[in-house]
């Protein structure tokens, strides 16, 4: 696997720290765990959707935290004083915290639990400042005069 050294682009620029860490972090992903499953799918334009395979675990022994232009969930299984003997254990219920770095403007907007799975629903809310505008072209061949820019010099 290959290394890359950001240090010349941590000393050159000023405030892309964030790509820079999102650059290491995706050059590591091969090395993450991947408990427990998940899809990340496009809904729309501006819609998107990340569904997590939870299965064992109830609503509440999840938690959905959204800091940091991440979302971070986190499952706990609650302890039981039940004893059990297991034949044969496949369903994993351990313990994990998996987070997603959101893109600017990417929120939560809702988060359901159902049949096993944990759905998140995310959509970019791009504020009105930053959204595109058409500037309207003047017509005519002189300049429009700006009020109070007109003065005269007394000699």
Same mark, same amino acid.
């Given at each position: $696997?290959?290394?890359?050294?950001?240090?010349?682009?941590?000393?050159?620029?000023?405030?892309?720290?964030? $790509?820079? =860490?999102?650059?290491?972090?995706?050059?590591?992903?091969?090395?993450?765990?991947?408990?427990?499953?998940?899809?990340?799918?496009?809904?729309?334009?501006?819609?998107?959707?990340? =569904?997590?395979?939870?299965?064992?675990?109830?609503?509440?022994?999840l938690s959905i935290e959204s800091?940091?232009?991440?979302?971070?969930?986190?499952? @706990? +299984?609650?302890?039981? =004083?039940?004893? @059990?003997?297991?034949?044969?254990?496949?369903?994993?219920?351990r313990a994990f915290e998996k987070?997603?770095?959101?893109?600017?403007?990417?929120?939560?907007?809702?988060?359901?639990?159902?049949?096993? $799975?944990?759905?998140?629903?995310?959509?970019?809310?791009?504020?009105?400042?930053?959204?595109?505008?058409?500037?309207?072209?003047?017509?005519? +061949?002189?300049?429009?005069?700006?009020?109070?820019? =007109?003065?005269?010099?007394?000699?």
């Amino acid at each position: $696997m290959r290394t890359y050294d950001f240090t010349p682009l941590y000393r050159a620029t000023v405030g892309f720290d964030r $790509m820079a =860490s999102l650059l290491d972090r995706a050059m590591t992903a091969d090395t993450a765990t991947t408990y427990p499953p998940y899809n990340i799918e496009k809904l729309g334009e501006n819609e998107y959707r990340v =569904s997590i395979a939870v299965a064992g675990f109830t609503a509440e022994e999840l938690s959905i935290e959204s800091r940091d232009n991440a979302v971070v969930v986190t499952a @706990r +299984k609650a302890e039981t =004083s039940e004893k @059990r003997t297991y034949l044969h254990r496949g369903i994993a219920t351990r313990a994990f915290e998996k987070s997603f770095q959101l893109a600017d403007h990417v929120h939560v907007t809702g988060a359901r639990h159902a049949d096993g $799975m944990l759905h998140i629903e995310l959509e970019r809310q791009v504020p009105e400042a930053l959204k595109p505008r058409r500037i309207e072209i003047a017509n005519g +061949k002189a300049a429009p005069e700006l009020e109070g820019t =007109s003065e005269t010099v007394e000699a």
